[in-house]
Nanobody, 127 residues
């Protein structure tokens, strides 16, 4: 059983920054590909960022490019999402996701490839 626990969400004014963390347990973290997704009220869960296990290749949704950065600390079993220049439209519950079986796969934008999900952390950006 892979467990993912997100933290770091909160209330921030537009233009501010937050750093989300996701700690994984129950497997070999270095073999996981990881992703961040978000879901706003009344909206479908959408891709935000992802990182591969090979060569640390990253992928981003277009609206967050240049503002968000995904990274991983293998020794700490943790993936991060640094969010800068936040906008009200970034308001959502943010979820981390893991694909333990795809150690050699690239970063993926698809919800379907991720087998495990955290409980989410709320990010609220005020105007």
């Amino acid at each position: 059983q892979v467990e993912l626990v997100e933290s770091g969400g909160g209330l921030v004014q537009a233009g501010g920054s937050l750093r989300l963390s996701c700690v994984a347990s129950g497997g070999t973290f270095g073999n996981y590909r990881m992703g961040w997704f978000r879901q706003a009220p009344g909206k479908e869960r959408e891709f935000v960022a992802a990182i591969s296990t090979n060569e640390f290749i990253t992928a981003y949704e277009d609206s967050v490019k240049g503002r968000f950065t995904i990274s991983r600390a293998v020794a700490k079993n943790t993936v991060y999402l640094q969010m800068n220049y936040l906008k009200p439209e970034d308001t959502a519950v943010y979820y981390c996701a893991a694909d333990p079986a795809s150690w050699n796969a690239p970063a993926s934008r698809s919800r379907a490839v991720y087998d495990y999900w955290g409980q989410g952390t709320q990010v609220t950006v005020s105007s």
